[in-house]
Structure formats: structure tokens, C-alpha cells
């Protein structure tokens, strides 16, 4: 049998207490002590856009997903797959180093990052009035570090480490778009409101990897959200000029054919990153001015709320001109569909609606604004239907998706459309989905 060398051991103590202080100065450093820690170094640099820019997606669908950790593999697919897609690094150098200063200039870096110039005062007036000011972006660049880089990446690109081996994937928020909105339609640009962003933070997205950071507190939500604005604001001006410039053969004067209203002073990389941003903060302005505020909801009794999901179980799956059809992309309510692509070139399918999930929220409100609204990026459309009847009808859908779930909730006769001869209460799936 081995034995403990003898001269070892008068030295244990001493290794022992030097562990022991080694270990109380690490924690010490690296625990709540010190905030620092936080904070990004300050030589870090958001990097240039290197993935891939989805232009057109496929018009195919899928019966399955891509395995774990395949989003970038998946997405250089999508040109063979009939889609269009463009590379940032065929950008002529000159133009790549022109919007990247711009970039930097405008957005700054994850230690001090910050929204417009300060001498364009029309831009920081609007950022200001959107809470992009300095102080709160850097405050949430903090938390962000700590609570969503590792799933959706330093620049937003949902690629963080964890980004491509869950799915849905972490939202990618370079492209400006956000799926949970409540905001009226008009103007070009489909923006959320502040609000809506919050609701995803506070709630997290059931159904999703994303978790609710209700916990967090009002004030770090507001800062949180005000850096997932700068980061969609950052990622949508360095998408859109890239995606433009390669498929405009590098024409800077066509650039500014997406601001048919502005007159350039001069038509330069620079000057359109600077109106672009102004632009797109405009948007967000007046998406925030008003959302989309249904009537009260009725107070049924049990007879109406019957006929109510009636309506809405008609109006769900018929496809007559006073219906929406939805069940042409909610296939057998949702329990068939196929995965389509979404605006990021990422795969989605239309919710099983009988399994009383809601990624953007369950209540009647939040049901009623994905109806009114659709999910703009997953291609579900807004509903169109005029406006004295829009109360009504959404509501009635709002109770029939409700109710679906639950087989018990649904009249007899809609019951047995749904589950087939199921008992009360117990779902037996019909003999089509055998
Ligand atoms: C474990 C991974 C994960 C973490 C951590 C995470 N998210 Fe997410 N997040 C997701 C996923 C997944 C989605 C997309 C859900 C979908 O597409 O339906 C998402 C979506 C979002 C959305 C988009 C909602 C919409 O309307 O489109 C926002 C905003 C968001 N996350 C912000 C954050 C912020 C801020 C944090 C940190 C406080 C965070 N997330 C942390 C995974 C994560
Ligand atoms: C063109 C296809 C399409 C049509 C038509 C469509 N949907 Fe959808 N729907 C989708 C997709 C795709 C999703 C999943 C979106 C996601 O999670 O990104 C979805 C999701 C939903 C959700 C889940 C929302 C949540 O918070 O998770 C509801 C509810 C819904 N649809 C209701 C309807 C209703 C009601 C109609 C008819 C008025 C309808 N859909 C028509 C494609 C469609």
C-alpha cells in the first residue's frame, strides 16, 4: 500500500491556507463586490455582419427540423433550395469600412453604446424620447451581458453559444422584426411597441427557450428593452444598407430609394445611415403613439359563450367570403402542419392550437392582437374584416381558440368536428390523424 510521504506532510496546513485565501480573493473579485465585472471590456467592438443575409426565402416546406446546431448550415442552404441569399463579405472593401465606421460612430460599442451623433440633435431627440439615451443603453448593456448574450449574441444575432441548439431559435434582432405586436398598422415598417417588448421580457415566450425575467424588476426591464432597441436599430441599418448595396450592385444612389421622402445632402454610406436610423426611429414613434385597443370584451352568459365559440369555430375553419379559413395553414387545428419558412429563414410552423400554448401571451387580449395583428415575420397574416364587425368576430375566434383545448368547453357538435368521438373532457384524436 501507498503511504503519504513524510515530508509532505508539515507542509499540509500551509497549502491548505493558501488554497483557502486563493479561493476567498477569487470569490471576493468576481462575486457581487464588485459591479465591474459586468461591464464589457472597452475595446470590445461589435463585430461586422458575417452570416449570411436572407433576401427570398423557399417556397418549400419541411417535415422536420434541421438537427441541433444546424442554423447556419440550414440557412446556406436556402439558396439551392430555391431562396436568395446574399454574403456581406462580397461588399467591396471601401463600402464594408465606410458602413462600419458609420456603425461604430452611431451605435457605439457594448461598453458605451449609445443611439445617433451628437451633433444630428433630430435623431438624439427622437432616440431620447424613446429612452435610448446613453445612460440607460449602458445600463442594459450590463444586464444584458449577464442575462441573454449567451443566447442571443453580442450584436443581437441570436447566435449567441446557446442560440443554435434550441429551437425556435433566440430571436435574431437584426432585422427589426419582432413577432408579438400590438402596435396599428400604417406607415411602411411593421415596429412593436415598448410595450410589447417588455410583455416578452417579463413573460418570456411560453412554449420557448426564452424565460421570463419578470423577476428583474421594472427598471432593469426598461433598460433591457431600450438595448434590444439600439441592438435592432444597429442590426436593421447594417442589414438593410448591405442587403440594398449587393443587390443593387453596390450603388450608393440606390440607397436612397428607400427614403423616397428625405433629400440627401449628399449621397454618400454616411448620409444614409444617418436618415435610415432617423427613419426607423420615426417608426418606432408612431408605433408607440397607439396600440391596438379592442372593445370590451362581452360579459356572455354560458348560452352565448356556446354560440360565441360556435361562430369562432366557423369563422376558424370555413372558408366562406364571411370567414378567415385559418385552417388552411392551421391544418386539423393545427395538430398537421408542415414547418414554412419565417422572414429569417429559420423554420416554423403554424401552432397546434389545441395544446394551450401562446407563445406571445394566453390572454384574451394578447389572442385578440396576434388576430388583429397576425405574426408578421412567421407569415401568419392580419386578419381583414370591416370594422363594425371586427369586435365581434375576433372575440368569437378569441373563444373559440380558448375553448379548443379543452373538449368539454366546445357545443357537442363542434366537439365531435375536433376530437371525433371523444368522451367529455378526454381527447381521442379522429381517425384521419391515427
Ligand atoms: C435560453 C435562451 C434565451 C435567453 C437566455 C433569452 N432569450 Fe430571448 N428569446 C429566446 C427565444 C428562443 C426566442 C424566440 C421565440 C420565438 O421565436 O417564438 C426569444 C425571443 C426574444 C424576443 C422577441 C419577442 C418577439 O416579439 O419577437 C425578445 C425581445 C427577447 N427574446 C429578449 C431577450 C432578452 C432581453 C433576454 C435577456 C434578459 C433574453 N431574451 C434572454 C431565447 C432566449
Ligand atoms: C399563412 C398561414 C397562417 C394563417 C392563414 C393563420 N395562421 Fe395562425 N399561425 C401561423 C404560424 C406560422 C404561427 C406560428 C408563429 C410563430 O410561433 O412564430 C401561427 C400562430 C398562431 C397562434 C399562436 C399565437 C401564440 O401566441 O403562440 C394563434 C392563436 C393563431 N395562429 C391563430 C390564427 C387564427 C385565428 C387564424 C385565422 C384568423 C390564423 N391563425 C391564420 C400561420 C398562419
Redesign the pocket.
Request: charged residues 15%; proline residues 10%; glycine residues 14%.
Given at each position: 500500500m501507498a503511504k503519504c510521504s513524510p515530508s509532505l506532510i508539515p507542509a499540509l496546513p500551509k497549502l491548505i491556507g493558501f488554497i483557502t485565501l486563493t479561493l476567498a480573493v477569487c470569490i471576493f473579485t468576481t462575486s457581487g463586490c464588485s459591479n465591474n465585472n459586468d461591464a464589457y471590456p472597452d475595446d470590445v467592438v461589435y463585430p461586422f455582419r458575417a452570416d449570411l443575409i436572407v433576401d427570398e426565402v423557399p417556397k418549400l416546406t419541411h417535415d422536420r427540423l434541421p438537427g441541433p446546431g444546424q442554423l447556419d448550415k440550414a440557412i446556406g442552404q436556402i439558396k439551392e433550395l430555391g431562396g436568395k441569399t446574399f454574403s456581406p463579405k462580397d461588399l467591396p472593401e471601401n463600402l464594408r469600412i465606410e458602413l462600419d465606421t458609420e456603425l461604430q460612430l452611431t451605435f457605439g460599442s457594448p461598453y458605451k453604446p449609445s443611439v445617433g451623433i451628437s451633433t444630428h440633435t433630430e435623431t438624439i431627440a427622437l432616440a431620447k424620447s424613446l429612452k435610448l439615451d446613453d445612460e440607460t443603453l449602458a445600463a442594459?448593456s450590463k444586464?444584458?451581458r449577464?442575462?441573454?448574450?449567451?443566447?442571443?449574441g453580442l450584436a443581437g444575432d441570436?447566435r449567441?453559444p446557446?442560440?443554435p441548439w434550441?429551437?425556435?431559435?433566440?430571436?435574431d434582432?437584426r432585422q427589426g422584426?419582432?413577432?408579438?405586436?400590438s402596435s396599428n398598422p400604417g406607415g411602411n415598417k411593421i415596429k412593436?411597441r415598448r410595450e410589447?417588448?417588455l410583455r416578452?421580457?417579463k413573460a418570456?415566450?411560453e412554449?420557448?427557450?426564452?424565460?421570463a425575467?419578470g423577476l428583474?424588476g421594472e427598471q432593469?426591464?426598461e433598460q433591457?428593452?431600450s438595448?434590444?432597441l439600439h441592438l435592432s436599430l444597429r442590426g436593421e441599418v447594417e442589414f438593410e444598407t448591405t442587403r440594398t448595396l449587393l443587390k443593387k450592385k453596390n450603388s450608393v444612389t440606390e440607397l436612397f430609394e428607400l427614403l423616397p421622402d428625405e433629400e440627401p445632402a449628399k449621397e454618400t454610406v454616411q448620409e444614409f445611415v444617418k436618415l435610415y436610423l432617423k427613419d426607423l426611429l420615426k417608426a418606432y414613434q408612431k408605433a408607440d403613439a397607439k396600440g391596438i385597443e379592442p372593445a370590451a370584451y362581452p360579459n356572455f352568459s354560458d348560452a352565448e359563450m356556446l354560440e360565441s365559440v360556435k361562430r369562432g369555430y366557423h369563422l376558424f375553419s370555413s372558408s366562406a367570403s364571411d370567414a378567415f379559413g385559418c385552417v388552411s395553414c392551421h391544418q386539423d387545428f393545427g395538430r398537421q402542419p408542415l414547418y414554412q419558412y419565417?422572414d429569417w429563414g429559420t423554420l416554423?410552423r403554424p401552432s397546434n392550437l389545441t395544446l394551450s400554448i401562446y407563445?406571445?401571451g394566453r390572454r384574451p387580449v394578447d389572442l385578440y392582437w396576434r388576430i388583429k395583428r397576425g405574426i408578421p415575420?412567421?407569415k401568419m397574416p392580419a386578419v381583414t374584416v370591416p370594422a363594425n364587425e371586427e369586435s365581434q368576430k375576433i372575440w368569437d375566434l378569441v373563444n373559440f381558440i380558448e375553448a379548443l383545448p379543452f373538449p368539454g368547453l366546445l357545443p357537442d357538435d363542434v366537439r365531435s368536428k375536433v376530437y371525433g368521438q371523444a368522451t367529455r373532457g378526454v381527447a381521442v384524436l379522429p381517425e384521419s390523424t391515427k
Open positions: 442594459g444586464l444584458y449577464r442575462n441573454c448574450l449567451h443566447c442571443h441570436g449567441g446557446t442560440g434550441v429551437n425556435p431559435h433566440p430571436r434582432f422584426k419582432f413577432k408579438f405586436i412593436p410589447d417588448i416578452s421580457l418570456g415566450v412554449g420557448t427557450s426564452m424565460p425575467f428583474l432593469a426591464l433591457l428593452t438595448y434590444v419565417d416554423v407563445r406571445g415575420p412567421s
